[in-house]
């Protein structure tokens, strides 16, 4: 992959949609964000086990690599970057990427070592396929934020692209994880969405914070989920309620199934 990526950076500008495969339309949008902007445009596929922690999904987290593989040949990409683990960490990995300041908030606090994981693996897989542009969701904001960062800190030379979450027609973000709902669940979920539709509403419409999160707690636990948090954060630093430029996350559990998602304020 890194002699293919030399031979393309001489061609033109690479970019770059990472993912754990189980292609979905969220994923098609930041393809085709990347096929507009740049020449040649490289997917990697990998379930990266350094971002799992002990009893989560990393075993049962969907692998679909012909209808991937297809996928992105109708889609026009260039490379399918698919590497298996004993390739990407041969031997055990001795560095790490780590964020103190924002590992542990929101996500970070219950998946302990999760972005850790995340960003160690990003820059592996930066430094290999050499991009110009990479290209991330919203949906995970707080990885996009994560990823401005470190490419920030470390000076990659690297454009990191975020582009907005694209939805079920009822309102679900889409995800991997929406296929272990059970049906019943299924049809709880877009109450997810719709929660943080009204939060905003009450939010802009001048409530306080803690009274609306309250609310938003309630609408959601009605449906039988779990919350794990409700948070309202800055969108930069991802502190907590600022006026302006913040934004509402929410983490919610349906029987072994963790859904995330997020809206803005406020512009
Ligand atoms: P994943 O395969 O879940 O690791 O996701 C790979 C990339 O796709 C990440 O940048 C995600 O934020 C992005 N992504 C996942 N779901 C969506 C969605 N519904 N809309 C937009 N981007 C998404």
Do not use: W
């Not at 293919?4 to 979905?24: C, E, N, Q, W, Y």
């Not at 990427?97 to 929101?106: D, I």
């Not at 027609?169 to 877009?190: C, F, V, W």
């Amino acid at each position: 992959m890194q002699e293919i990526a030399d031979s393309l950076r001489k061609k033109g500008l690479i970019g770059f949609v990472p993912t754990m495969g189980a292609l979905h339309k969220g994923h098609l949008s930041l393809i085709e964000k990347a096929r507009e902007e740049n020449d040649f445009v490289v997917v990697s596929i990998f379930v990266n086990p350094l971002q799992f922690g002990r009893g989560e999904d990393y075993d049962r987290y969907q692998r679909s690599y012909k209808d991937d593989y297809a996928l992105c040949k109708s889609c026009g990409v260039d490379y399918l970057f698919y590497p298996d683990v004993e390739r990407l960490y041969p031997k055990k990995t001795k560095t790490f990427v780590r964020m103190p300041s924002l590992e542990n908030v929101l996500c970070g606090k219950k998946r302990k070592g999760h972005f850790r994981g995340v960003l160690t693996v990003v820059a592996k897989l930066f430094n290999i396929v050499k991009p110009h542009n990479a290209y991330f969701g919203e949906k995970d904001f707080q990885q996009a934020v994560m990823i401005k960062n470190m490419v920030y800190d470390l000076n990659f030379d690297i454009g990191i692209k975020t582009l907005p979450t694209i939805r079920e027609k009822d309102g679900l973000a889409i995800s991997s994880r929406n296929s272990y709902l059970a049906p019943i669940e299924r049809k709880k979920a877009p109450i997810i969405y719709r929660t943080l539709k009204e939060g905003k509403k009450l939010i802009e419409g001048g409530k306080d914070p803690s009274y609306v999160i309250d609310k938003m707690k309630k609408m959601i636990e009605k449906k039988g989920f779990l919350i794990e948090y409700i948070e309202i954060v800055d969108q930069e630093t991802l502190k907590k309620f600022k006026k302006e430029k913040s934004l509402i996350a929410v983490s919610v559990h349906m029987g072994k199934t963790r859904l995330i998602d997020n809206i803005k304020l406020m512009g």
